[in-house]
T-cell receptor, first 114, second 113 residues
Framework: NAGVTQTPKFQVLKTGQSMTLQCAQDMNHNSMYWYRQDPGMGLRLIYYSASEGTTDKGEVPNGYNVSRLNKREFSLRLESAAPSQTSVYFC?????????????FGDGTRLSIL | AQSVAQPEDQVNVAEGNPLTVKCTYSVSGNPYLFWYVQYPNRGLQFLLKYITGDNLVKGSYGFEAEFNKSQTSFHLKKPSALVSDSALYFCAVRGSTLGRLYFGRGTQLTVWP
């Protein structure tokens, strides 16, 4: 039972490069989320998808775009990477929005922008 | 507006002693509260939740949490700490908008032998 799988695990980019972070879940969850984790700041929501076909901005969406490819997959794209986007990125999912069930997290993508 | 505060960046405790990691929250409506643990280079793992009912919630690995509505607190506790409990702990509250979680800044727990 894989849960939430994120690829890649590590990545180093140069300023201005683009890349896509991949996330897939095998729990048949409807809702998926992208967070970033920075030291001393907890986790901050970048984008979320309440259900297949919908996406919405979180509290720190600038510089990012997302795609809910299908029910399983939710990708995060950096169009022109900046050093301020150096962070650890986590994808999470839960069965549905407003669920009482916990969110399940992947192991993260550690991204460095030089 | 929803928010969570973890007033201690670090908590240090000796193995075998009880531990407490503090969390206070602000939320409109009924609070849905969660504790997660993060080990190095791993994602967040769910420990326990409070939705409704008993104020003392039991979770994984011997952890429990006490919900106090009047003090708007949800402190994580364990009667006897283990070295393997050393990790980063996050408290979170579920917002009313599409189930997003609001996280505290995290508390680094260190249990020394």
């Amino acid at each position: 039972n894989a849960g939430v799988t994120q690829t890649p695990k590590f990545q180093v980019l140069k300023t201005g490069q683009s890349m896509t972070l991949q996330c897939a879940q095998d729990m048949n969850h409807n809702s998926m989320y992208w967070y970033r984790q920075d030291p001393g700041m907890g986790l901050r929501l970048i984008y979320y998808s309440a259900s297949e076909g919908t996406t919405d901005k979180g509290e720190v969406p600038n510089g990012y775009n997302v795609s809910r490819l299908n029910k399983r997959e939710f990708s995060l794209r950096l169009e022109s990477a900046a050093p301020s986007q150096t962070s650890v990125y986590f994808c999470a999912s839960t069965d549905r929005y407003l669920s009482n069930q916990p969110q399940h997290f992947g192991d993260g993508t550690r991204l460095s922008i030089l | 507006a929803q928010s969570v505060a973890q007033p201690e960046d670090q908590v240090n405790v000796a193995e075998g002693n009880p531990l407490t990691v503090k969390c206070t929250y602000s939320v409109s409506g009924n609070p849905y509260l969660f504790w997660y643990v993060q080990y190095p280079n791993r994602g967040l793992q769910f420990l326990l939740k409070y939705i409704t009912g008993d104020n003392l919630v039991k979770g994984s690995y011997g952890f429990e949490a006490e919900f106090n509505k009047s003090q708007t607190s949800f402190h994580l506790k364990k009667p006897s700490a283990l070295v393997s409990d050393s990790a980063l702990y996050f408290c979170a509250v579920r917002g009313s908008t599409l189930g997003r979680l609001y996280f505290g800044r995290g508390t680094q727990l260190t249990v020394w032998p």
